[in-house]
Nanobody
């Protein structure tokens, strides 16, 4: 059983930055992926980024490439998502999630396979 808790959301101006953190209690194994998703008001939840725990492989949705950076700290059991050059359309509730994988595989960019989810943290970007 893994419990995920997000933090770091808040209000930022367009062009600004925020750092989100996902703290995990429980074991995360080497081939597991930890991902970030977001849900804007009135829209479905969508993939943002993910990182493979042991090797650090990362993937991003196109709209955040070059602006967001995902990283992990194995000693602290945390995953961070650095949000830079924020845009109004980045406003959403951001969720972290764990995708347990026995053998590893391509970066999972859909909700399929993500078994554990945090409660979310709100990010608001203002003009």
């Amino acid at each position: 059983q893994v419990v995920l808790v997000e933090s770091g959301g808040g209000l930022a101006q367009a062009g600004g930055s925020l750092t989100l953190s996902c703290a995990a209690s429980g074991l995360i194994y080497g081939n597991d992926y930890v991902g970030w998703f977001r849900q804007a008001p009135g829209k479905e939840r969508k993939f943002v980024s993910a990182i493979r725990w042991r090797y650090g492989n990362t993937c991003y949705t196109d709209s955040v490439k070059g602006r967001f950076t995902i990283s992990r700290d194995a000693a602290k059991n945390t995953v961070a998502l650095q949000l830079d050059s924020l845009k109004l359309e980045d406003t959403a509730v951001y969720y972290c999630a764990l995708n347990p994988q026995l053998h590893g595989g391509p970066c999972p960019a859909t909700e399929r396979g993500y078994e554990y989810w945090g409660q979310g943290t709100q990010v608001n970007v203002s003009s």
